[in-house]
């Protein structure tokens, strides 16, 4: 057998997972395509696409849920085909909604998944279900349950025999504004103090935004972009606003006396100006005495999500 084992360091980097051109095909379709991802140790990596992109089909694989049509998948550093089943306990996993019986509590639910798993310590149970907000509902079964308390049950399975690593595909679907910023902060704690690596997916930007460390793009299954959020911030570039009476004229001005090319102009009299920003009072003195009228001149920070529509093309993501 060929045994295929990779220690994924990288610029010092531990990569908990990463597939190598993996690609899944269905009825001659192909939903993922190509896919080369790498999950650090220790961080918050999300998925970001729109509805459809390839998500839960990744996170799928990833699982060993679907069968990928080709491509590698690393697990801690493993070839997933050689990947014993028996470390799958190293994971916790939420895909799409969660599945329990109907007639049972939460706790009795988790009792079963508890014994399949025989891997708990005894508090576990109750200590999953206190992280998020359930430990109060002795009585109501599952089948009465919310779609955000099924939601939080979903996580609490995903975490109770504390796992290395956190597969959560749209782990905020259905939960209300405090249950996302519970879910949010003890994600981040889970990270920051154990160490957790974690794979979150969604579309909603502004979501992910607040935790991930790592943002991978996905657009028709392909990657289109794998950065940090620091980096991704850079996009939210500057720009000088100036509400002009003729924004050909300025145009002209600013290329010809300012020898500036980086703008964009909207409309029939907004002129965004990306470069030479401090420049601006001088840019309106001389656009004065060219005898335009400048209305106003304001300063702003470009929206992320301005930056992503570009990059998937077409309908605003997020
Ligand atoms: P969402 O946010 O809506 O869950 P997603 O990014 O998770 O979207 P997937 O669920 O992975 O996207 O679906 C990607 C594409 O694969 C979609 O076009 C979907 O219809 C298709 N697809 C998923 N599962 C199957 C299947 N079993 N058979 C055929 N097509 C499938």
Do not use: A, C, W
């Given at each position: 057998m060929n045994h295929e084992n990779r220690n994924i360091h990288i610029n010092d980097v531990t990569y908990i997972i990463e597939t190598k051109d993996l690609c899944k095909v269905y009825q001659n379709h192909?939903?993922?395509?190509?896919l080369n991802l790498h999950i650090p140790k220790g961080q918050i990596y999300a998925l970001l696409g729109r509805n459809g992109a390839g998500k839960t089909t990744t996170m799928k694989m990833l699982l060993n849920l679907v069968q990928p049509s080709s491509g590698k998948i690393f697990l801690f550093g493993k070839n997933s085909s050689d990947?014993?089943?028996?470390?799958?306990?190293?994971i916790g996993s939420m895909i799409e909604a969660p599945a329990f019986?109907?007639?049972?509590?939460a706790k009795e639910n988790l009792e079963i998944l508890a014994r399949l798993r025989?891997?708990?310590?005894?508090d576990t149970i109750e200590y999953a279900l206190s992280i998020v907000n359930l430990?109060?509902?002795?009585?109501?079964?599952f089948r009465e349950y919310s779609l955000g308390m099924k939601q939080r049950l979903g996580l609490a399975a995903a975490i109770m025999h504390e796992p290395e690593l956190l597969i959560l595909d749209e782990?905020?679907?259905?939960?209300?504004p405090i249950g996302i910023y519970e879910t949010r902060n003890y994600l981040l704690q889970l990270c920051k103090e154990k160490g957790t690596t974690i794979l979150i997916s969604s579309h909603i930007l502004n979501e992910i935004e607040q935790i991930a460390d790592v943002i991978g793009v996905i657009e028709k299954g392909k990657l289109l972009e794998e950065t940090n959020l620091q980096k991704l911030y850079q996009h939210r570039r500057r720009y000088a606003e100036f509400e002009v009476s003729d924004v050909k004229k300025a145009a002209l001005i600013l290329e010809h006396?300012?020898?500036?090319?980086d703008y964009t102009i909207i409309g029939n009299s907004l002129l965004r100006l990306?470069?030479?920003?401090?420049?601006r009072a001088d840019i309106n003195r001389h656009f004065v005495k060219e005898g335009l009228a400048v209305a106003n001149i304001s300063v702003h920070t470009g929206k992320l999500e301005d930056y992503f529509t570009e990059l998937v093309g077409g309908d605003e993501i997020g």
């Open positions: 192909s939903v993922v395509n190509n990947f014993n089943k028996k470390n799958y306990h190293r019986y109907e007639n049972l509590t025989g891997r708990h310590r005894k430990e109060k509902e002795h009585k109501k079964l782990p905020m679907n259905g939960l209300d006396f300012f020898y500036i090319s990306y470069e030479k920003i401090d420049s």
